[in-house]
Each structure stands twice: as structure tokens, then as C-alpha cells.
């Protein structure tokens, strides 16, 4: 299911004590959510944070290398007082000329996975950073400055379960061939404005199917979740399924012009990824057909003697 950004109010975080009022600090938004594919599940993402002024001079802002992820400052809406250091980190000094009015700043975080990404996040659920980027209040004790109190931003990976289709039966009368097929799709929740459809008013699943083998599409379709929804508990006007794997059952059938082996392709969406099965299908004559044709070869034969 699609995922919207969220924009939240701050998070407060205090990192080297308690503090009972809390005032300035803090980091808009407070948590990214981005859909990612199952099976080519990379990152690469550019991120916008507003940085709302501290009650200190000083502030950093860093990224966390958690998850695999690796962030780096590509863009900041303020140059003056503005200090990058090799950790990746920026210090941001609010009282140099340009900042000194400033309520906030801007700055841009890009975030790519390395080539070989073991992605947290299961297919069909999600994973959370609850500390992506932190933006820290800076105090000078005499012997450095350091981080006292953090507004922290979340980000929340949501894998996609790509469907799976399943062959359940197949037989073969004559030029006519049936298959029995499961489309499998997986979430960590299922709910929609429709009984039919996904929130967006979609197909719950999608297909496109190539019968001959010789790449073109002969029939499409979509299909819906066998299991039949119920009002949501809290908003009734939604519909809700059981959580977790929903299967779909159909059966399709084509009539062949001809005999003979076909490797039939059937490509299934659920409108973020694609998958494909193929099957075999081997289309001989009726027997009764063949009945005729060794009757008819058999008065040949007795013409010719």
C-alpha cells in the first residue's frame, strides 16, 4: 500500500539530561516514509529538513549511517555560519550575519543504501530509524562544544510484497484450454475507501496474458481479494481485510486455432511490481477429430485399391 509523506510536530529528545522546559530546538519532518520494491530494494533519496532555531548559538546537524544508509548534505538555504566538518556533520553558528533574524533554515540530505544493501524491512512490512538525522543544540563548557538537547527525524521503509501467481490446475479439451491460477499479494495491513479495490481505487491485482507464446497480449484483466472485507473498527466508512497474505482465485480460458506445444506467459501487477509465470500447454485434436481423420484416411486407401 502507498505511503504518504508525514509531516509531524518536533520531536524533543534530551541526550545528555533531563530537561523539564523545552523550548526552540527542533526539526521538521519529524518522519519520511518511502516505498521501496522487493526485489531491487536500493535507496536513493533527497530529503528536505527545516531546522527551527535553538535557544544556543551553536547547533549541529548530522545524519545516521543506521540501516545501511548513508547521508550526505547536498544543499543548505543559508552559507554564512555555516561550518562542514569530515564526519559529514554541519555547525551552524545562529548568530553570524545572515542567520542572527532567522527563525529557521533549510537543508537537503541525500540518502543512497550501498550497492550490496541487506534491506531491514521484510517484503510486505516496514522498518523504522526512529534517528535519521538529529539537529542538536551546541554549548561550550570551556574544554568543547557539545550536544546537549536533539530533535531527531524519523525515516519508515515500507518493502513491497511482489505478487506471486500460482498454477492450481490446467486441463485441455480439444483447441480449448482451462487454467486454474492464485495471485498471492502481502501486507501488514489491508484497507480501502472501495470493497473491490485498493485505497486509490486500483486493482487489487492486475494481468496481462501472451496464450500462443508469441509476445503479444491476448486477454487482460484484474481480480480482487477472495476474502470479503468488513467495516474498519474506527472508521466504517473504510473497508478492512485480515492482515497479512490475501490470495485471489480465478480461472481463465482461451481456445486455441491450432494444435500444438504453446509456452502460454502470464504477467501479474499489483501496480508496483510485475511478475511472470510461464506454462506449457500442449492443445491436441479432439478424439472424436481424429476419429474422422483415420476414417477418412481408411476410404482414401480403400479408393486407391
Not at 202 to 207: Q, R
Not at 233 to 248: A, R, V
Amino acid at each position: 500500500m502507498k505511503k504518504e509523506l508525514l509531516a509531524f510536530n518536533f520531536i524533543l529528545l534530551t541526550t545528555l539530561c533531563m530537561v523539564s522546559d523545552v523550548s526552540g530546538i527542533g526539526i521538521s519532518p519529524a518522519r519520511a516514509t518511502y516505498d521501496i520494491t522487493e526485489y531491487n530494494c536500493s535507496f536513493n533519496s533527497t530529503i528536505g529538513y527545516t531546522l527551527v532555531r535553538p535557544s544556543t548559538r551553536y547547533s549541529s546537524f548530522i545524519a545516521s549511517d543506521s540501516l545501511g544508509l548513508t547521508g550526505t548534505v547536498v544543499g543548505c538555504s543559508a552559507s554564512d555560519g555555516i561550518e562542514y566538518l569530515e564526519d559529514g556533520s554541519m555547525i551552524i553558528d545562529w548568530q553570524s550575519s545572515e542567520l542572527s533574524s532567522l527563525e529557521s533554515i533549510t537543508a537537503t540530505m541525500n540518502f543512497q543504501s550501498p550497492q550490496v544493501w541487506d534491506c531491514p524491512a521484510e517484503p510486505g512490512g516496514n522498518a523504522y530509524l526512529a534517528d535519521l538525522v538529529r539537529h542538536s543544540e551546541m554549548v561550550d563548557t570551556g574544554s568543547g562544544i557539545v550536544a546537549t538537547l536533539s530533535a531527531v527525524s524519523q525515516v519508515s521503509l515500507w518493502r513491497n510484497y511482489a505478487p506471486r501467481t500460482y498454477l492450481q490446475s490446467s486441463a485441455t479439451t480439444g483447441l480449448t484450454v482451462s487454467l486454474g491460477l492464485e495471485f498471492e499479494d502481502k501486507s501488514s495491513s489491508w484497507w480501502s475507501r472501495y470493497v473491490d479495490r485498493d485505497y486509490y481505487g486500483n486493482p487489487f491485482f492486475s494481468y496481462d496474458i501472451d496464450w500462443d507464446g508469441d509476445g503479444q497480449t491476448d486477454q487482460s484483466g484484474s481480480a480482487t481479494f477472495d476474502e470479503e472485507p468488513v467495516p474498519h473498527d474506527k472508521y466504517p466508512s473504510l473497508s478492512t481485510w485480515t492482515s497479512g497474505i490475501q490470495t485471489s482465485t480465478l480461472s481463465l480460458e482461451h481456445v486455441f486455432s491450432d494444435s500444438g506445444n504453446y509456452l502460454t506467459t502470464l504477467y501479474l501487477t499489483d501496480g508496483t511490481e510485475t511478475t511472470s509465470l510461464q506454462i506449457p500447454v500442449n492443445v491436441v485434436p479432439e478424439p472424436a477429430t481424429l476419429a474422422l481423420v483415420g476414417l477418412g484416411g481408411l476410404f482414401l486407401r480403400k479408393r486407391k485399391s
